[in-house]
T-cell receptor
Framework: RKEVEQDPGPFNVPEGATVAFNCTYSNSASQSFFWYRQDCRKEPKLLMS???SGNEDGRFTAQLNRASQYISLLIRDSKLSDSATYLCVVSFGQNFVFGPGTRLSVLP | DTAVSQTPKYLVTQMGNDKSIKCEQNLGHDTMYWYKQDSKKFLKIMFSYNNKELIINETVPNRFSPKSPDKAHLNLHINSLELGDSAVYFCASSQDFGQQETQYFGPGTRLLVL
């Protein structure tokens, strides 16, 4: 089993749609969790950290389920500018593991 | 102002050559990293480094070596380049070594080995 797995995608959704991404991780000792966003031919950028209680930032909501070793990202009212690859990141110790990413295309 | 910068942006070279990629951060961070993103877009950590500790991903060939002249710079030297080294290499930095730290990435260096 890979350390971090994500929905393969691509997700093609119309503007205004709600879309959810899932991520699972294999190391139960993982301590910190993040969602990064990577635009085509650009560097990854932090979208949001994921906290145990779940957290929201505008149209974005992240949730963590430690028991199931599962992280999710929900995007509401999607915009054209949300089109990107979304990377799930899990860290344990000083090791950061990136998932393979899920590509999102928001269509007009 | 660019927070994390890398040079060159593109690098095309022949097999067997030795090359270096430079990275600089002006964020005052203590920790820097090198990542490799291959053609399948998997982003894998190669090195984590601060003034006290270097952590090497054991899967990285010893042809790759990080060199840090000071806290703001972490250069990547690659000896005897191979076709499989073709990838995008990202430098990143964070305030400190730690699981909670946000990493800030440079724009990437696209390496093509012919």
């Amino acid at each position: 089993r890979k350390e971090v797995e994500q929905d393969p995608g691509p997700f093609n959704v119309p503007e205004g749609a709600t879309v959810a991404f899932n991520c699972t991780y294999s190391n139960s000792a993982s301590q910190s969790f993040f969602w990064y966003r990577q635009d085509c031919r650009k560097e990854p950028k932090l979208l949001m950290s994921v906290y145990s209680s779940g957290n929201e930032d505008g149209r974005f909501t992240a949730q963590l389920n430690r028991a199931s070793q599962y992280i999710s990202l929900l995007i509401r009212d999607s915009k054209l500018s949300d089109s990107a690859t979304y990377l799930c990141v899990v860290s344990f110790g000083q090791n950061f593991v990136f998932g393979p990413g899920t590509r999102l295309s928001v269509l007009p | 102002d660019t927070a994390v910068s890398q040079t060159p942006k593109y690098l095309v070279t022949q097999m067997g050559n030795d090359k270096s990629i430079k990275c600089e951060q002006n964020l005052g961070h203590d920790t820097m990293y090198w990542y490799k993103q291959d053609s399948k877009k998997f982003l894998k950590i190669m090195f984590s480094y601060n003034n006290k500790e270097l952590i090497i991903n054991e899967t990285v060939p010893n042809r790759f070596s990080p060199k840090s002249p000071d806290k703001a710079h972490l250069n990547l030297h690659i000896n005897s380049l191979e076709l499989g080294d073709s990838a995008v290499y990202f430098c990143a930095s964070s305030q400190d070594f730690g699981q909670q730290e946000t990493q800030y990435f440079g724009p990437g260096t696209r390496l093509l080995v012919l």
